[in-house]
């Protein structure tokens, strides 16, 4: 008799609410990650690493990178600043405006 034991991952969709695959343009991709479980005999006992989340598509199975935040987040939710100078908007992690040189 074996003692069969290891880590095996295990992929988990997170919500369900479809989003458009851009690889084959279905509403068929979800919000998934994939969580590594240490298992013996096949069954998963403890979660071992919480995997990142990320968009899999069920129709044609490509995962897709969400990034660093995959909630649906609210349209243009604050990550942009506007320039006092040029007016023109860039990611506030530029500490000087990449269009005029204005300091943020
Ligand atoms: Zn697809
Ligand atoms: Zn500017």
């Known amino acids: 008799m074996f003692l069969i034991a290891g880590v095996q991952p295990k992929t988990r969709r997170v919500d369900d609410q479809p989003r458009r695959c851009p690889a084959c343009g279905r509403m068929q991709a979800y919000t998934t990650r994939v969580d590594h479980y240490l298992s013996l005999f096949f069954i ?7 995997g990142e989340r990320f968009l899999l598509c069920e129709y044609c ?16 939710s604050g990550t942009d600043i506007t320039c006092v100078a040029c007016g023109k908007s860039f990611d506030r992690s530029f500490n000087y405006c990449p269009h005029c040189g204005q300091r943020a």
Do not use: D, Y
């Open 44 to 50: 998963p006992l403890v979660r071992v690493k919480q």
């Open 61 to 76: 199975g490509r995962p897709m990178n969400t990034g660093p935040s995959p909630e649906p987040a609210a349209p243009l």
